[in-house]
């Protein structure tokens, strides 16, 4: 072989062996992948698990009851499911590891220096490109109607108190993304206030605008990535559909849910020309779990129904559970099922 052709042979070699590489997200010489840490921030759509089982309030210890978590992992597991959600759906679609959960961390924000032993576990688990959940059950952009829940804002505050506790590093910040999932807790606390919707439109900008403020901050705080959920059709949702028996979504209400959808896409493109070394996807979550209602192979009448996981002072379940949890789109009356998340992230990142 000549040496002309030889050169263009391992060119061509290493070319071929690049764009593999990246095709699968393998960036590393011998062919292991390199992990991008997923940091999460949200609701309970996205919370793989950071309310307190412990806690002596239903409000918070809910996804840590039986039946939650019976189908996967047979247990319950934090999740407000009966399985896997979209934070576990996304970060396997995209090759990555779950998130290690903010609460995992034992982290106290009062405390400003940890000793080195500490810090050093921390970042052991964190160097294993997991990232961090700050996701929360309940959460908004806003304060909701349950002091116990902490907003969007406030995940964001415990994110920089981990960085400057020395957990995580500018450097990590800038080599990974940001999975940001929102899902209508400001709307839910907003009608129950407002049961006329008066004044809704004009609530759907602020709630929209303070999306972009917190994504901005993040942005500033150094990530380069970001998938933005937009809201789902919470029409089909059962606590809203339950208005016609179930049998169909409220279209009214998905309509205020466009609105909210089209204010969040200009608001993506105006970061986006804000912030040029970044990129900011737009998860539609609203089409992909409307093309499921749409196809007819699930009913909209949850699974779990009354108060799921609650029982009385004898142990008596005050919910009933459906037949065959595989048919139903929704586990309780505002969470999607293990199977329904799974086909809604298929089509969502199809």
């Known amino acids: ?19 593999l590489f990246c095709a699968y997200g393998l960036t590393t010489r011998n062919g292991m992948k390199k992990w991008e840490p ?9 919370d793989t698990g950071n309310h307190d089982p412990h806690s002596m309030n239903a409000s918070i210890n809910t996804p840590w009851r039986t039946p939650y978590g019976s189908t996967w992992p047979g247990q319950p597991s934090g999740r407000y499911s009966n399985g896997r959600l979209l934070t576990d ?30 810090t050093a576990s921390v970042r052991s688990m964190l160097r294993k490109g997991r990232g961090i959940s700050f996701a929360f059950g309940g959460s908004g952009v806003f304060d909701t109607l349950n002091p116990l829940v902490y907003n969007v804002s406030t995940q964001i505050d415990q994110l920089r108190s981990t960085i400057e506790a020395g957990f995580v590093t500018a450097e990590e910040i800038a080599s990974s993304s940001v999975l940001f999932v ?23 900008a602020q709630v929209v605008e303070q999306i972009s403020t917190d994504i901005a901050a993040l942005a500033n705080l150094g990530f380069k990535k970001f998938s933005v959920t937009n809201l789902p059709p919470l029409g089909c ?20 849910c466009l609105l909210h959808n089209s204010l ?32 007819g192979s699930f009913t909209l009448a949850p699974c779990c129904q009354g108060s799921c996981g609650d029982v009385n002072e004898n142990g008596v379940p005050q919910y009933t559970m459906c037949s065959d949890v595989t048919k139903t789109l929704f586990w309780d009356n505002h969470h999607p099922t293990n199977d329904g998340w799974q086909l809604i992230t298929k089509k969502l990142l199809a």
Do not use: W
């Not at 052709?5 to 070699?13: D, E, Y």
């Not at 997923?38 to 996205?46: I, M």
């Not at 949702?237 to 205020?256: E, G, K, R």
């Open 1 to 19: 072989m000549s040496r002309n052709r030889l050169i263009t042979f391992l060119l061509l070699a290493a070319f071929t062996s690049n764009s």
């Open 182 to 204: 929102v899902a209508g807790n400001d709307y839910e606390a907003y009608l129950t206030e407002h049961p006329d919707l008066n004044g809704i439109q004009g609530f759907i």
């Open 89 to 118: 759906f996304y970060v396997s679609s995209v090759g990555e590891k779950n998130p290690a959960l903010y609460r995992s961390l034992a982290f106290d924000c009062n405390v400003t220096q940890y000793d080195e032993a500490r």
């Open 38 to 46: 997923v940091y999460v921030f949200g609701d309970s759509y996205a």
């Open 237 to 256: 949702v059962p606590y809203i559909s339950m208005a016609n028996n179930y049998t169909s979504c409220v279209d009214n209400v998905n309509q205020l």
């Open 264 to 295: 969040l896409e200009a608001q993506i493109s105006i970061l986006q020309s804000k912030f040029v070394d970044a990129s900011f996807k737009l998860l539609d979550l609203y089409s992909s779990m409307l093309a499921v209602v749409k196809d």
